[in-house]
Each structure stands twice: as C-alpha cells, then as structure tokens.
C-alpha cells in the first residue's frame, strides 16, 4: 500500500483508506482510480497531475 | 550556453520547471524569485485556517529540495528591476543574469480599494504564504471579521473562518456570492448554508470608510449602514503583474499578451500564470496554469507546440455548500436552465446551438463535476 500527494495542493491519497466518500474502497491502489478523477481538494485531474511516491510513510 | 530563466516560484513558475524536466534534463534553467522558493500550496491559504493548519504545514516541498529535484538554480529573494532585451539580460538585486530564454510567471497583485478614514491602510489580503503568515497573527487577536467581496476566496474564506469560530461579514457589491462566476440561482445556495454558520451577508452595498473603534474598526458602507470587525480582509479580485513586462517594451494588455505557444511579443520571453492574458483571456486559476505550463514546457524544449484548454471546472471550497463550476465568458449569448434541484442545484449553460457550454453544481450535485465536463461542447 501506497501513499501518494497531489503536487498542486498537497492532498494526500492513501491507498491503505482510500476515499470512501468519493465511492472509492479502501485498498485501491493508485493505478486503479479512474483516469477522469479529480483531486477533491483542488479539481486537478488525475491525469493532469504528478502523484508524488512519498517515503517513509 | 545562457540558461531559461523562470521569474516566479508559484505555481506557474515551478509547474513549467518541473514539466520541462521530465522532457530535457540538460537545458541549464535558473529559478527567480522574490520570495523564499518554497514550494507550497496556493489552494490551501483560503481554507486553511479551520485545519489549524500553519504557514509552515503548507510547504509541499522547500525551496533547497526543489532545487535539487528538479537541477536548477534557485535564487531567492530576488527582486528584477529591469528586463534589457536586447542584451537578453535581467538587472535584478543578486546581479545581472543573462537568459537565453525568459519565462514571466510573476502572479497578480490583490486589487486594493481606496477606503477613506484613518485607518484604511490596515486592510489585509491574502495572496502567498507570507500573507497567510500574517494573517494567522491577526486571527489570533480578532473575533470579528469583515471580508470584502463575496467570489470565489470571499466565500472560501467566510467558510473558513466561521467554521473556526469567528463573526464573519461579507461585503460585496453584487446581489448574490460567486456573482462573477454563476447565475443568481446557484450562487444563492450558498446563502444560507454559511449563514447557519454565522456569516452575515451584506450585498449590493460597498465599503466606504473604515476608522478606528473603541474595539477594532469601523466600517461605513455605501448603503448607510454600518459595522464593526477586529480584522478587515479584502478579496475583491486580482491585477495581473505587468509593470516589468510593459517598462521593457513587451506588449502588456489586462495581462501579459502571449500567444497560444504561450510566446510574448517579443520571441525569446514567454508568460504564463495569473501574469498571462492567453490568447486573449486572463485564467487565475489552477487547471489553466497546469495545461499552460505543460505546453509551454515543450515549446521551450523546442517542439512545436500550442496551449490547448479543454473543460476546466473551478472548485469552490466551501465545505458548508460545495461548488464546482466551469463558468462562462461574460459576453456569451446562452441561457442558463436548471437540470435538477435537490440539496442544491445542477444548471447548464446552453447556447443558441443548443451546446452545453458552462455548468454549475452546488450541494449534493457538485460531485458530478467530471461527468458534466465530459458533456461540455468546447
């Protein structure tokens, strides 16, 4: 499981909780949400921003 | 060979350096910048505060890394005087620098309004993080808020800052919030959400003046009426920074004038962000910075390449009564009908062609932003 940052706003995706208000189930992994998705906090699409590999985490 | 030079740490600034990376390693590119470099998020200073989230906690990534990550020179509070294009060449406070190319990522100045009284010169803004900072020092006296201008950080901001306990008003010379991006309909959904919170709204009236009270300010509005607040807040809209461009000679209308390679009147300088009037339009906003700055990148990699937009909804964070919208230009000959009506309100800007060419979602709709952009005709 993977955590992975929006570079404009700095929301953060974890895979491990995912985004149960956004139909999105814990454990899905980053490859697997929708091309058309959204950055909830600051509308970046995902295909329209670099997810950031964080370490460490 | 004589590096890009990038003027402007925003957004606009490090997307193109960071887009131009992934396609060329070697191109030499210095970064200039007045403030400190680092890398945080602009989205976040207007609701923030309710996260306890301090200026420090939005740096995404510091200045040093940055400059690391992305092999480029940084040089920080650093002011340009003057662009010599001739000799391709910038007088700035850490000296000459010469570009081969220079890119103009300089942001917009917060439109102040001139106030009368004696203490009008207290009025706060907010547009980077210094100001956040500021801000935070301010809240940490005040109880009662004013905040001038209803749109997009207006309201953001009333959101914010009732969530986390103040007395907020919001003044604003239109009949209804967000005016300048939806119709009244939409925009009137939000009226009572954030009132339930404590915001108390003041429209079709202006400040006039504001003096010192017993306790904070006081405000004179246009209308007669007046207020009292600890803090006045003012976020009535954005001026594109010019004066550096125009002083060199370089074509500057409400922006930065550049074409669709994102290319100045002058070919070796280029403009994108807050700064920039893009084939004809000025887009502070987060989506257009992204795609300009991507396209931008590959010009300045030498391909031949044009700045396309497609549909670009604008979220609204206003957790109170979500918003997203892709709005439409002022001048554009339409109507705008209601699609559904609910915990909010779904509408559609259509033309005379009948094309879908704006919408509007508020409350439980603004979750169906990316299935209305995909039926925009652009």
């Known amino acids: 499981m993977k955590v992975w940052q929006c570079v404009v706003c700095g929301f953060v995706y974890d895979e491990k909780v995912g985004l149960p208000e956004e139909g999105i189930k814990p454990g899905t992994a980053w490859a697997d949400i929708p091309n058309d998705w959204a950055c909830p906090d600051c509308g970046v699409a995902k295909a329209d921003f670099e997810m950031i590999e964080m370490v460490g985490v | 060979m004589n590096p890009i030079i990038v003027l402007g740490s925003g957004l606009a600034g490090y997307t193109v350096v960071r887009e131009l990376r992934k396609l060329n390693r070697d191109i030499p590119i210095t970064l200039v910048s007045r403030d400190n470099g680092d890398y945080y998020s602009k989205p976040m200073l207007s609701n923030a505060f309710a996260q306890n989230k301090d200026a420090a ?44 190319k220079l890119v103009l990522a300089l942001g917009a100045d917060p439109i102040r309004i001139p106030l009368q009284g004696d203490v009008a010169n207290v009025v706060m803004s907010v547009n980077d993080l210094a100001d956040y900072a500021k801000l935070r020092v301010a809240l940490g006296k005040a109880k009662s808020i004013a905040i001038m201008g209803g749109g997009l950080i207006g309201c953001e901001f009333a959101n914010d800052l009732a969530v986390a306990g103040y007395a907020v008003s919001v003044i604003d010379p239109g009949l209804w919030p967000l005016a300048s991006l939806m119709p009244k309909q939409a ?32 405000l004179t509005l246009a209308d007669g009426s007046s207020l009292n607040a600890d803090l006045v807040l003012s976020a009535v809209g954005l001026r594109p920074r010019t004066q550096l461009a125009k002083d060199a000679g370089i074509t500057v209308n409400r922006g930065i004038v550049v074409d669709e390679r994102l290319c100045s009147s002058d070919d070796s300088i280029f403009a994108l962000g807050d ?3 893009i084939a ?88 169906e932003r990316s299935e209305m952009a995909k039926r925009l005709a652009m």
């Open chain 2, 57 to 100: 906690k939005l740096v995404i990534t510091p200045a040093a890394e940055m400059a690391k990550q992305l092999g480029i020179a940084l040089l920080v509070e650093t002011e340009v005087h003057a662009i010599d294009r001739i000799g391709k060449q910038l007088d700035t406070t850490s000296g000459t620098l010469h570009y081969d």
């Open chain 2, 187 to 218: 925009g009137e959904q939000l009226l009572q959400p954030l009132a339930e919170l404590g915001v108390q709204w003041r429209f079709g009236t202006t400040v006039q003046r504001m003096d010192k009270a017993a306790v904070g300010y006081a």
């Open chain 2, 280 to 367: 004809g339009k000025v887009q502070p906003f987060v989506l257009p910075i992204m795609h300009a700055g991507r396209a931008l990148a590959r010009v300045l990699n030498g391909e031949d390449a044009k700045v396309e937009f497609p549909a670009m909804p604008v979220v609204v964070k206003t957790p109170a009564h979500p918003v997203a919208v892709a709005p439409v230009a002022r001048d554009a000959v339409g109507v705008w009908q209601e699609l559904a009506a609910g915990q909010g309100v779904k509408m559609g800007f259509v033309d005379a062609l009948n094309n879908l060419t704006g919408f509007v979602l508020t409350g439980e709709y603004a979750g």
């Open chain 2, 275 to 277: 700064c920039a009037e």
